[in-house]
């Protein structure tokens, strides 16, 4: 079995793809270069395996959080809003937002932070039937709120979108090497 790269390397790669096809085709890649130079980078990977009842609370953040539901269904709760049910092959492009995931919008959510420190993996209650994987991004230059600022605070992809497809064929990779 040979060695999963890192989120880190993924970027680099397809950076490094998307340089090619820009030079080839002579256009730039305006997102690409925004990320270059803000600095993108990799926070690591997470990921969470649960049943029963259950639910993690996260605090507002600086970054984008890409989340994918492998397994199972769950829901997310964002401030002043519905919860929203989110299903197996959904990802989640969550911004600079406090947000909660959860069995049951109605459980309590405990401190996620403090559940992840020191480790990539967590497991809850009684079994996995929700696998979620995570990956962050942080920029480590200041005026990164722009861009930030520029996307939605939170998107959900479906299932059958090709950018759901794509996302979890990423997190597929670093599932592995979690």
């Not at 925004?34 to 600095?39: D, E, K, S």
């Not at 605090?59 to 890409?66: D, M």
Request: charged letters at 20%; glycine letters at 10%.
């Amino acid at each position: 079995m040979g060695v999963l790269p890192t989120l880190d390397a993924v970027i680099r790669m397809v950076y490094a793809r998307g340089a090619m096809i820009s030079s080839q085709s002579s256009k730039l890649d305006p997102l690409s270069n925004v990320l270059t130079v803000l600095g993108a980078r990799s926070t690591g990977r997470t990921r969470l395996e649960a049943g029963g009842d259950w639910a993690l609370s996260f605090p507002e953040k600086n970054r984008l959080k890409l989340v994918a539901v492998v397994r199972g269904d769950c829901w997310i709760c964002l401030p002043r809003q519905e919860p929203r049910h989110v299903a197996e092959g959904d990802v989640l492009l969550i911004g600079n937002m406090s947000y909660a995931i959860a069995s049951h919008p109605r459980i309590a959510p405990v401190d996620g932070v403090s559940l992840y420190a020191g480790r990539d993996s967590v497991r809850l209650g009684d079994g996995d039937q929700a696998v979620l994987l995570g990956a962050g991004i942080l920029f480590e230059r200041q005026g990164s709120g722009f861009l930030l600022d520029a996307l939605p605070p939170f998107l959900k992809v479906q299932r059958a979108s090709p950018a759901a497809f794509a996302v979890r064929g990423i997190l597929d990779l670093l599932d592995g090497e979690v």
